[in-house]
């Protein structure tokens, strides 16, 4: 019963990379939409940011303002600190049941956890792997501005506010380069894939 942990830096192609194990097989669980779960009109963990931050976190009927959390958060660390310790234990609880749920479903499930916070928030949990994508910070930035639309200021201080490169590395047991081509990160994760019996299980 594998449970793997993938994660990565903003634009460095984590998702593309879940897609390629969820076509292998393995369940993806996303710590971001559950995220966006937990936080639904009506439940304790929006009342909470309501709370602490303002009710103008909210849009008139009653979900939350994405953007307005965003800019109210973002350079703030003591008020990122304040917002972790009221979603995270929420999203940690929600992962738990979901990782439970694949396995009374296929006790031989991969269940990977697809999660952009790894190294803030998650990396002492028990993960029989870790895999990180990777790609330099410069290339991070130029997809974020050329995919996505961000101005150079924007991406550069994305990416600035996440943890550095060096602090995903050293927690990664399997690194993903995705510099390269899309055929060339799928041929990484194939054989990631392939290597793992073990934990694939004995059709892995």
């Known amino acids: 019963m594998p449970i793997v942990a993938l994660t990565g830096g903003i634009a460095s192609g984590k998702s593309t990379i879940a897609g390629r194990l969820a076509e292998h097989g393995a369940v993806i669980v996303d710590a971001d939409q559950l995220v966006r779960e937990v936080q639904q009109p009506g439940s304790p963990v929006l009342a909470a940011i309501a709370g602490e931050f ?23 660390p003591e008020a990122v600190r304040r917002l972790n310790a009221i979603v995270h234990p929420a999203v940690r609880a929600e992962s738990a049941r979901r990782f439970a749920q694949a396995f009374a479903v296929d006790p031989g499930a991969v269940v990977v956890y697809d999660v952009p916070l790894l190294v803030e928030a998650r990396v002492d949990d028990p993960w029989d792997l870790v895999i990180v994508a990777h790609a330099p910070a410069e290339l991070r930035r130029r997809r974020l501005v050329e995919l996505r639309g961000m101005t150079d200021a924007d991406a550069a201080a994305r990416i600035a506010s996440q ?10 047991d399997v690194v993903i380069d995705t510099t390269g081509t899309l055929d060339e990160t799928y041929r990484q994760v194939d054989a990631l ?9 004995p059709e892995g």
Do not use: I, K, T, Y
């Not at 009710?55 to 703030?76: C, I, N, T, Y």
């Not at 943890?163 to 995903?168: F, G, L, Q, T």
């Open 163 to 172: 943890v550095s490169d060096e602090a995903r590395m050293g927690v990664a």
């Open 193 to 201: 894939w392939s290597s793992l019996p073990a934990l694939a299980g």
């Open 54 to 76: 303002g009710e103008r976190m909210l849009h008139p009927d009653g979900s939350l303002d994405r953007a307005a959390l965003g800019q109210r958060v973002f350079g703030d």
